[in-house]
């Protein structure tokens, strides 16, 4: 069953781009505007404020919005530039930048992350490099050298890696880059955040989500920005379908891999439908966990939401919901109507 409501929101007269929710405990707007105007909408006392400009062309190669609290990343999905903002605080704005090399088929790579009540940034600084800030003080906690030329495995701090989607675990201690190696083939990487502070890239562990039957030939990930999410502090969900690369036909069914860490290990192979998968293979969409009742929540552009168990049974499908996105604070789904600015908010009873 679904429950729907709809809420007209205020966009100071503007035409809209982009809009999605925060994760702070009320429900509001992140608001990006066609003319660059960034706006915070309240939805439900229907009030709105402004936030700032981007300092770049809004309309250009795509945008993608994080929050954390009080904090918003702002960045352009294939391109090269970002900005940092606080909602508590208007004069806070942090620049970001990254290389352009691969930038375009690759999201910029950008993850929040709160410890002993400062909140932190992972962000990409260039194709093959992440590096991590402290916001409250605007300290980068990794500086170091990257030898690039002629690289070599004595050269320093050099991996030759494309980063790419950012994930940090519930509970702060690691993080994955949903990236790729040249050639090109997908490949998930885990790194523990305290051993990142230390020894930076070398800190990675690699995730083989190959099953240990396949042919020899299919050793390769078919593609990078799988749909992910973490089940649990331990546990890592990977949205997965072995593709038509080496096997000479179509229609593999879909799977979730619950990857435990430390040991970046595949430990179960859950099937789920609910993803688009392309030609070759690459599942496409978003894959969320609903905590309290151990559900996997599938959402793609083609099939709308599947909802799932961890024993692989459909508990629901609404291909309705195609175009919708999920705010796991709120646990909601949710669409903004840019002719007439509303938001439709929709929740799912099983």
């Known amino acids: 069953m679904l429950n729907r409501e709809e809420i007209a929101f205020d966009a100071a007269g503007e035409d809209i781009l982009v809009a999605v929710l925060s994760d702070r ?61 606080n909602l508590t605080d208007p004069a806070f704005e942090k620049r970001l930048e990254r290389g352009d090399y691969c930038a375009n088929v690759s999201e910029f790579p950008i993850a929040f992350f709160s410890k002993n009540g400062r909140t932190y940034l992972i962000h990409g600084t260039d194709w093959n490099r992440l590096d991590i800030t402290c916001l409250d003080s605007d300290e980068l906690l990794t500086e170091r050298v990257v030898a690039y030329d002629e690289a070599t495995d004595t050269e320093t ?30 490949r998930i990487t885990l790194y523990p955040i305290d051993k990142f502070l230390v020894e930076f890239e070398d800190s990675h562990l690699d995730i083989d989500l190959v099953a240990k039957d396949e042919p020899e030939e299919a050793t390769y990930q078919q593609g990078w920005d799988l749909p ?17 690369g080496y096997y000479g036909k179509r229609n593999f069914p879909s799977e979730v891999l619950l990857v435990g860490v430390p040991d970046a290990a595949v430990m179960k192979r ?55 996105h999920y705010s796991e604070r709120h646990g909601l789904y949710y669409k903004f109507h840019k002719r007439d600015n509303r938001i439709e908010l929709i929740r799912v009873d099983l």
């Open 270 to 324: 859950v099937p789920f439908d609910g993803f688009r998968v392309g030609v070759e293979g690459d599942v496409e969409g978003s894959l969320h966990v609903d905590h309290d009742r151990q559900l996997l929540l599938g959402l793609n552009k083609n099939s709308g939401l599947l909802i799932g168990d961890l024993d692989g049974n459909t508990k629901a499908r609404h291909p309705e919901l195609s175009s919708h």
């Open 157 to 186: 701090n050099y991996f030759d890696y494309f980063h790419s989607s950012l994930l940090v675990s519930p509970d702060a201690k690691y993080f994955v880059s949903n990236g790729w190696h040249w050639h090109p083939y997908g």
């Open 25 to 85: 405990t009320r429900l509001e707007a992140i608001v990006i505007c066609d003319s660059g105007r960034i706006l915070l909408s309240d939805l439900a006392r229907q009030t709105t404020s402004e936030l700032g400009h981007l300092r770049f062309e809004p309309w250009k190669l795509n945008l993608q919005v994080h929050t954390s609290g009080s904090f918003v990343g702002i960045t352009q999905k294939n391109g090269t530039l970002g900005v940092i903002l």
């Open 228 to 244: 992910t999410c973490w089940l649990d502090d331990q546990t890592l969900a990977i949205g997965y379908n072995r593709g038509i």
